[in-house]
């Protein structure tokens, strides 16, 4: 008991300190103050040692993605971070690794200006659970179920490197040093997309993190909104790595049916493009038309340069961490 | 992974549907709305099985302890519960157990007006984290820091019973039928003391919540407030259950090393003691004076009827669940 009591010391030590924190760490709850005019965007999320990451990963990887998942689906409201509780069961209390770990988690915390605001630090089995909490004005959450027929679909970053990481992070894909590094990066240090979410308030009309798969997350758009999709495969973008050790065809599966590449998947009405473009450079971050929202409920279309696409349903689509646990 | 996105269909039949959440379950993030003029208290904490409860507890049980020492929390500062996020890892998807965990875990949040809002459900050891938001009015929120040398000390209900009930549990323990299933039920079973927390507003110079002992909590108010306590042990609140299975002397170590009773331990100025008792009585929550704040920074003086009395540190004030852990 007295160990964990001493872990929680490796938390203490925060460069962010918000206004809107009254009490922070320390009582039995932090007390905490929402600015007038924002509600609150809230989530919580859960990784398993060997579930969600390799058993593998260093102390540095799983704080980065614990954050980095969290923060992605605030990203996906259009909600702005503001403090997270961290949930901490460990089967030891391994001084060095809470250093790494607790060090990585707060310099991303001081980030995306963040404030740690309680938890728990408990022994057992290495599981992590962040709930975070953020900033959206009033009546301007991105939900999944405001896409129209004809609006137009758009995704930030590449798609499909993560998913090709994961092969590689449980040996079943060799890729060339470079390339590796890269992909291995992709499914390790997701980048949250804080600030494009941010700016597509009032410009998308649905949005989602690609966090199951883009087809699978797609569905929840399609579900949310009462609408169907046409994907124009050709204009996927994929990274130059994940084409080079796979190939075109395979590297679309990738993209279509491998998750956690924690890019955001959204819906614009065509009169916000402009709007959409300008807002993008502005934040310096890459989004790319890959088809249109249709009238056809739930139904999935996928066309390569206008012609019907068939996936193959095959290549590393099947990798999943959680065949490599009993 | 199929499995696991059924899990959460245990959790959507909800009664308690507030007006301040402005998007339920099933998006990214709940969006919710904190009311002009309070302030949100925020607490999350993990139970492991095998650590904070037997591995053979009924679902019942884990889900109804999981909620109560998160309310727990609220209740220690003042906070009205409002919303919970859960995260719930568990090996198997057993419908079964899911049905029994999620009515009781339903059933009390419906009882307190509490709406799950989010969460996560994955395939792993069983690991229960909820983070509960609760509302407190600006500046009303009761702290550790408040006390003040002459302030009288106060608990609600009885205290020690959960500790015997940790003995019962471990067999390390054999209690008569009756006195076995009420101690038990204090263990497995503890009443959040949200009423009366929210009815010391404005009262308590401090609180806290009874989670790891009398002694041990108390120090966390004394650290907080730079005082010290004198403890009338005579005054001790102990059940009859408790005097009867192991007599005065082991009640009293109970009482004051054991963990898990989640009674309130409260500071009250003497000018505020008739304002206590009549707002106590209105609530209908049994609540003693056992003791006083003084000017003692940091330390404890014991007394049974105004003589030194030594705390035995033998009987069953060792017992903990950890020990039965590998």
């Not at 702005?80 to 690794?97: C, V």
């Amino acid at each position: 008991m007295k160990e964990f009591t001493i872990i929680d010391s490796f938390f203490t030590k925060q460069n962010c300190q918000r206004k809107d924190v009254i009490l922070p760490i320390g009582d039995d709850c932090a007390i905490t103050q929402v600015p007038a005019g924002q509600q609150l965007a809230i989530t919580t999320d859960t990784l398993v040692s060997g579930v969600h990451f390799p058993q593998d990963s260093s102390p540095e990887a799983i704080a980065h993605k614990s954050l980095a998942v969290s923060l992605s689906d605030l990203a996906a409201m259009g909600a702005e971070p503001a403090w997270i509780n961290l949930s901490l069961s460990m089967p030891t209390g391994d001084p060095d690794w809470l250093a790494r770990f607790s060090a990585t988690l707060l310099a991303q915390c001081e980030y995306y200006s963040v404030q740690l605001i309680g938890g728990d630090t408990v022994q057992g089995p290495l599981v992590i659970t962040i709930t975070a909490h953020g900033f959206v004005p009033e009546k301007q959450a991105i939900t999944r179920k405001g896409g129209k027929p004809g609006d137009l679909l758009y995704v930030t970053g590449c798609v499909g490197d993560a998913g090709l990481g994961l092969a590689i992070a449980l040996d079943k894909h060799q890729a060339a040093a470079g390339n590796a590094s890269y992909l291995r990066k992709r499914l390790d240090f997701p980048t949250p997309r804080v600030l494009a979410g941010n700016n597509l308030r009032r410009i998308a009309s649905a949005c989602i993190d690609i966090s199951d798969g883009l087809l699978v997350d797609l569905q929840h758009i399609l579900q949310g909104s009462g609408v169907g999709a046409l994907l124009q495969l050709e204009h996927l973008p994929l990274s130059a790595e994940l084409l080079a050790e796979v190939g075109q065809q395979q590297a679309i599966d990738l993209a279509l049916t491998s998750g956690d590449d924690y890019e955001l998947l959204f819906s614009v009405p065509q009169e916000q493009v402009t709007n959409l473009e300008r807002s993008m450079l502005q934040c310096n971050v890459p989004v790319t038309c890959i088809g249109q929202l249709t009238g056809q409920t739930g139904k999935i279309q996928l066309q390569w340069n206008k012609q019907a696409y068939q996936l193959q349903r095959r290549g590393y689509q099947h990798f999943a961490l959680e065949e490599s646990v009993e």
